[in-house]
């Protein structure tokens, strides 16, 4: 890990930048100018679709918002669907500095793009890294063309099981594989919430591995946008190791009995052996935790407590269940963070819980909250 760019770029090939902010403009096409990339640049959609029509691409960098006066413009959205309509595709990089979760999960399921970067957390580095990796998937699905496939099927075994790492941390991310490796599983890493995702709607993947906190993700502090991808886990059918340095009890509790987490692990007394025997039961099939309790398991305490929140109480609690914090459930309920902020500690106050992951866990047993994220909602 942190390594420099894996892979050499032939020069002459060219990139499409989609920005309409100069200084970012000049910023990328210098990054891929020095790794030997012809690049042409377009500041709006109607330049960079009339740009697909005259040449080929093999990557594209794609703003979503193409208005230096309107940051809710979306123009980059057009963008990316011409992108994915292209024949062949072209893998694109979608880029913002008004980044919600929401965003992130249109851009990579509705209109395909491959990964999604944030500009007020963006590393060249890590820049670099996305980029090698989509090429190296592009040279891969072009040497599997009919004429190439009679070749592969002369190949010995099929690799092993793939698993996904959700972990921000390098040193956490070589000990997984390490771990992994010695299972013969192969693994692929992801560093926050959106790479995930744009990784579960392009590969298979027999189980996943996902820290809860995420520090390069869409809420850079004290998130937990790992509970959002067990939701995604748990809705599509994979097994899924759990594992937190900062997890409390509650969200302990929430993982097993709401998410379906089929195991948990503390880092702090993180056991080898332990998890690689956890990582081959879920493998194997075997049964994990039992199914969520029903919606009548609730007491008969906790059922008159949720019915006695208001409508506005009920609707901050669903937003809370989405893991949006104060300020951003503020934006759409169009108040101040202060005025959600009371409204959060009311419904804690009477649920008799002193955590938002309690508060969501009561909601989802009463019925109050769907078990299902953001993302299945726009698949």
């Known amino acids: 890990m942190g390594a420099s760019l894996p892979v050499v770029l032939p020069v002459g090939k060219r990139v499409l930048i989609v920005e309409d902010d100069p200084a970012w403009q000049k910023l990328l096409t210098e990054v891929f100018e020095d790794l030997g990339f012809a690049v042409d640049r377009a500041a709006d959609a109607r330049a960079a679709i009339a740009m697909l029509r005259e040449r080929a691409y093999a990557l594209a960098v794609v703003d979503v918002s193409l208005d230096p006066e309107d940051h809710r413009n979306r123009g980059g959205f057009q963008v990316l669907d011409a992108l994915a309509a292209h024949e062949p595709p072209i893998p694109a990089i979608a880029l913002t500095g008004y980044a919600t979760v929401e965003m992130a999960v249109e851009a990579l399921t509705r209109h395909r ?5 944030r500009k007020e957390t963006f590393q060249r580095r890590a820049f670099l890294e996305v980029v090698a990796r989509l090429l190296r998937q592009e040279r891969t699905s072009a040497s599997r063309s009919p004429t190439a496939l009679p070749a592969l099927r002369q190949r010995a ?4 099981p793939r698993v996904l790492v959700v972990e921000d941390d390098p040193g956490w991310q070589d000990l997984y594989q ?3 490796a010695e299972l013969s599983l192969s693994c692929e890493t992801a560093p926050s919430y959106a790479e995930a995702l744009a990784w579960l709607e392009r590969e298979a993947f027999a189980m996943l591995i996902v820290d809860l ?5 869409m809420n850079p502090f004290g998130n937990r946008d790992g509970l959002r991808l067990l939701q995604v886990a748990r809705r599509r059918g994979l097994p899924t190791i759990a594992v937190s340095a900062t997890a409390s009890i509650d969200e302990v509790e929430m993982a097993y009995q709401s998410l379906g987490v089929f195991a948990f692990f503390d880092k702090a007394a993180f056991n080898r052996r332990t998890f690689l025997q956890f990582v081959q039961q879920a493998l194997r099939g075997q049964p994990g935790p039992s199914a969520p309790r029903p919606t009548g398991s609730l007491s008969p305490e906790d059922q008159a407590a949720l019915a006695s929140l208001t409508p506005r109480e009920r609707e901050v609690l669903r937003w809370m269940a989405h893991g949006l914090t104060n300020r951003e459930i503020a934006e759409r309920l169009v108040v101040s963070p202060n005025t959600v902020k009371k409204q959060v500690d009311s419904i804690l106050s009477k649920l008799g819980v002193h955590t938002r992951a309690a508060a969501v866990r009561k909601a989802i047993l009463g019925g109050l909250v769907e078990e299902k994220s953001i993302s ?4």
């Not at 793009?113 to 970067?117: G, P």
């Not at 906190?213 to 993700?217: C, G, I, K, M, R």
């Not at 299945?376 to 698949?379: G, I, V």
Request: charged share 20%; aromatic share 4%.
């Open 113 to 117: 793009a491959a990964d999604f970067l």
């Open 157 to 160: 075994s099929p690799p092993g």
């Open 376 to 379: 299945e909602q726009e698949t």
């Open 178 to 180: 390490e771990i992994l």
């Open 213 to 217: 906190q995420l520090a390069s993700s």
